[in-house]
């Protein structure tokens, strides 16, 4: 007799159901066209499953008129079945302080560089579409220096890279966060008034209560928002007045960048960074099996080739089909 299987709650379940081909295209099937499958070539909902091949074929006729649930996604032209794909994307999605390649590497059987080249691809589906309108409330703004590291970088490159952008090697991440609701951060190139004020006013309702520290390049935004400043030299909290969930966030980033992620270019950052958001953003009470589902979902309508994630088109030797 058949058991029927529900979705996965753990890692473990999950390692498990995906081990099936069938679940695995039911599942990211189900999540990409939750009212039938859609043909992307010409959105026909006239298309029919050939069970045997695991493809799609859409009854118009025209070139691709057979397609694979991967065709538009984060796993397009990847070689790697999805019983890899969803259980790396449970990993990273579950963990606290994500998976390193090396980590990701020995659990799948597939090289490191293969294992880096799949987490990028993953955090390409964290990214926030910000399609959930401005924060509002109490939303605290903050900055962080990152010392990301400038390894494997030619002395030129690294001038070019890292002057400007913080001084002694160091990348900046900004962040606005509100309480009890979402964070968006991002790196930024200066932490000049023009940069940080931009983001509060593409991010921040106008009128909410907004809290910073000292830094000059704050100055100003009171005329737009209830602005309240806390002075580190002096303290960090002041009642309501404080960042003390931005430093949370940043503490958490920077134990995950030196613990898991040790070797982080500049260059890549801002891909942690998003992956930081993604988890800050779907933390507890959600449930493993919801973020991992909502993730899965946002794997659609993203592509990331290798030459796209090095910024170059020779370093393709030593990394096999991803
Ligand atoms: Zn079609």
Known sequence: MDRVLDDPN?????????????????????????????????????????????????????????????????????PLGLEKWLPAMWMIASDRNGISSWELHRALGVTQKTAWFMLHRIRLAMQDEQNGGKLSGEVEVDETFIGAKARNMHADERAKKITGTGGQGKAIVAAVLERGGKVRAKVVGTRRKHELQAMVREHVEPKSALYSDALKSYDGLSEEYAHQVIDHAQAYVNGNVHTNNCENFWSVFKRSLKGTYVSVEPFHLFRYVDEQAFRYNNKLPMKDSERFSYLVRKVVGKRLTYTELIGKEDKKSGIEAV
Request: with cysteine.
């Open 10 to 78: 753990t890692l473990q379940e999950a390692v498990v159901y995906f081990a099936d081909a069938d679940n695995c295209l039911n599942y990211l099937s189900a999540r990409r066209w939750p009212n039938g499958v859609v043909c992307p070539t010409c959105g026909s909902k006239n298309v029919g499953l050939i069970a045997s091949r695991r493809m799609f074929q859409c009854k118009t006729r025209h070139p691709k008129a057979q397609f694979s649930v991967k065709l538009g996604t984060i796993f397009e032209d990847s």
